[in-house]
Nanobody, 120 residues
Protein backbone atom coordinates (compact mmCIF):
# COMPACT_ATOMS: atom_id res chain seq x y z
CA UNK A 1 0.00 0.00 0.00
CA UNK A 2 0.91 3.63 -0.42
CA UNK A 3 0.38 6.53 1.97
CA UNK A 4 0.29 10.18 0.94
CA UNK A 5 0.55 13.07 3.39
CA UNK A 6 0.18 16.75 2.55
CA UNK A 7 1.37 19.72 4.57
CA UNK A 8 1.81 23.46 4.23
CA UNK A 9 -1.73 24.70 4.04
CA UNK A 10 -2.92 27.70 6.00
CA UNK A 11 -4.40 31.16 5.80
CA UNK A 12 -2.98 33.96 3.72
CA UNK A 13 -4.10 37.30 2.39
CA UNK A 14 -4.86 37.77 -1.27
CA UNK A 15 -1.67 38.33 -3.22
CA UNK A 16 0.35 36.24 -0.81
CA UNK A 17 2.12 32.92 -1.24
CA UNK A 18 2.01 29.43 0.22
CA UNK A 19 4.00 26.29 -0.45
CA UNK A 20 2.37 22.89 -0.17
CA UNK A 21 4.32 19.68 0.24
CA UNK A 22 3.31 16.08 -0.30
CA UNK A 23 5.26 12.97 0.67
CA UNK A 24 4.51 9.46 -0.49
CA UNK A 25 5.59 6.34 1.34
CA UNK A 26 4.96 2.62 1.35
CA UNK A 27 5.26 0.03 -1.40
CA UNK A 28 6.65 2.25 -4.13
CA UNK A 29 8.94 0.98 -6.85
CA UNK A 30 8.36 3.92 -9.17
CA UNK A 31 6.26 7.05 -9.28
CA UNK A 32 4.53 7.83 -12.55
CA UNK A 33 2.70 11.04 -11.73
CA UNK A 34 2.29 13.30 -8.72
CA UNK A 35 -0.37 15.95 -8.80
CA UNK A 36 -2.48 18.43 -6.92
CA UNK A 37 -6.24 18.82 -6.98
CA UNK A 38 -8.54 21.07 -4.99
CA UNK A 39 -12.10 21.18 -3.83
CA UNK A 40 -13.92 24.29 -2.71
CA UNK A 41 -17.15 24.09 -0.68
CA UNK A 42 -20.07 23.11 -2.85
CA UNK A 43 -17.90 22.40 -5.86
CA UNK A 44 -16.42 19.32 -7.44
CA UNK A 45 -12.79 18.40 -7.02
CA UNK A 46 -10.75 19.96 -9.82
CA UNK A 47 -7.31 19.48 -11.28
CA UNK A 48 -4.62 22.02 -10.36
CA UNK A 49 -1.24 20.75 -11.54
CA UNK A 50 0.77 17.59 -12.09
CA UNK A 51 4.32 16.50 -12.74
CA UNK A 52 5.23 13.31 -14.56
CA UNK A 53 8.26 11.11 -13.92
CA UNK A 54 10.00 12.67 -16.90
CA UNK A 55 9.46 16.08 -15.22
CA UNK A 56 6.86 17.27 -17.71
CA UNK A 57 4.30 19.45 -15.99
CA UNK A 58 0.73 20.44 -16.68
CA UNK A 59 -1.38 23.18 -15.10
CA UNK A 60 -5.00 24.21 -14.96
CA UNK A 61 -5.56 27.43 -16.86
CA UNK A 62 -6.72 29.11 -13.66
CA UNK A 63 -3.31 28.75 -12.01
CA UNK A 64 -0.91 29.07 -14.94
CA UNK A 65 1.72 31.70 -14.29
CA UNK A 66 0.97 31.75 -10.55
CA UNK A 67 1.57 28.20 -9.32
CA UNK A 68 4.66 26.08 -9.83
CA UNK A 69 4.81 22.33 -9.27
CA UNK A 70 8.09 20.57 -8.63
CA UNK A 71 9.10 17.15 -7.49
CA UNK A 72 11.89 15.07 -6.05
CA UNK A 73 11.47 11.44 -7.06
CA UNK A 74 14.20 10.22 -4.73
CA UNK A 75 12.40 11.78 -1.79
CA UNK A 76 8.99 10.82 -3.24
CA UNK A 77 7.94 14.39 -2.65
CA UNK A 78 6.04 16.95 -4.67
CA UNK A 79 5.69 20.65 -3.96
CA UNK A 80 3.22 23.28 -5.07
CA UNK A 81 4.43 26.86 -4.84
CA UNK A 82 1.40 29.10 -4.94
CA UNK A 83 1.96 32.78 -5.64
CA UNK A 84 -0.38 35.73 -6.20
CA UNK A 85 -3.11 33.86 -4.41
CA UNK A 86 -6.70 34.86 -5.08
CA UNK A 87 -9.85 34.46 -3.03
CA UNK A 88 -11.02 31.80 -5.45
CA UNK A 89 -7.94 29.67 -4.69
CA UNK A 90 -9.43 28.88 -1.27
CA UNK A 91 -10.09 25.15 -1.09
CA UNK A 92 -8.91 21.89 0.34
CA UNK A 93 -5.88 20.82 -1.67
CA UNK A 94 -5.34 17.12 -2.25
CA UNK A 95 -2.21 15.36 -3.40
CA UNK A 96 -2.55 12.43 -5.78
CA UNK A 97 0.17 9.90 -6.49
CA UNK A 98 0.12 7.27 -9.21
CA UNK A 99 2.78 4.69 -8.56
CA UNK A 100 3.97 1.19 -9.23
CA UNK A 101 4.55 -1.37 -6.52
CA UNK A 102 6.16 -3.88 -8.83
CA UNK A 103 5.11 -5.89 -11.90
CA UNK A 104 1.38 -5.52 -12.40
CA UNK A 105 0.86 -3.57 -9.18
CA UNK A 106 -0.39 -0.03 -9.66
CA UNK A 107 -1.68 2.37 -7.08
CA UNK A 108 -3.64 5.61 -7.32
CA UNK A 109 -3.47 7.22 -3.88
CA UNK A 110 -4.98 10.37 -2.41
CA UNK A 111 -3.88 12.31 0.62
CA UNK A 112 -6.23 13.55 3.30
CA UNK A 113 -6.06 17.14 2.07
CA UNK A 114 -4.78 20.42 3.43
CA UNK A 115 -6.85 23.58 3.78
CA UNK A 116 -5.85 26.76 1.98
CA UNK A 117 -7.78 29.90 2.88
CA UNK A 118 -7.22 33.18 1.07
CA UNK A 119 -8.74 36.29 2.59
CA UNK A 120 -9.10 39.88 1.42
Amino acid sequence: QVQVVESGGGSVQAGGSLRLSCVASGTIVGIEVMGWYRQAPGKQREFVALIQKDTRTNYADSVKGRFVISGDNLKKTVYLQMNSLKLEDSAIYYCNVRSSGGPGRWYNTWGQGTQVTVSS
